[in-house]
């Protein structure tokens, strides 16, 4: 089994930015897909971002393109999700998860991932 945590977490202003790191322990992530989705009070847990486990296809939810990155670096078994331009309505907690292995497209539905970190918290204010 993987062991996954998530940093990076915090409070930023409308606009501005922040990094989170998901940081993978135990089994390897190298052959699977990873995704970021976040829960928002009130929301259900919705789908942010993904990348397939080369790297070479990332995927993103519409409300987030342009302004997050999603990338991941196999050796040194981290997932990234850059942030920018960061309004309120991104405030939630945010999870790294890991799916299927050698898929090309990695997915966007939670049921696609098997394991999940603790979540960090995203506060923008306005």
């Known amino acids: 089994q993987v062991h996954l945590a998530e940093s990076g977490g915090g409070l930023a202003q409308a606009g501005g930015s922040l990094t989170l790191s998901c940081a993978a322990s135990?089994?390897?992530?190298?052959?699977?897909?990873m995704g970021w989705f976040r829960h928002a009070p009130g929301k259900d847990r919705e789908f942010v971002a993904s990348i397939n486990w080369s790297g070479a296809g990332t995927w993103y939810t519409d409300s987030v393109k342009g302004r997050f990155t999603i990338s991941r670096d196999n050796a040194k078994r981290m997932v990234s999700l850059q942030m920018s331009g960061l309004k309120p309505e991104d405030t939630g907690v945010y999870y790294c998860?890991?799916?299927?292995?050698?898929?090309?497209?990695?997915?966007?539905?939670?049921?696609?991932?098997?394991?999940w970190g603790q979540g960090t918290q995203v506060t923008v204010s306005s």
């Open positions: 998860a890991a799916g299927k292995q050698w898929t090309l497209v990695a997915g966007t539905d939670s049921s696609d991932y098997d394991d």
């Open positions: 135990g089994r390897t992530i190298s052959s699977r897909a």
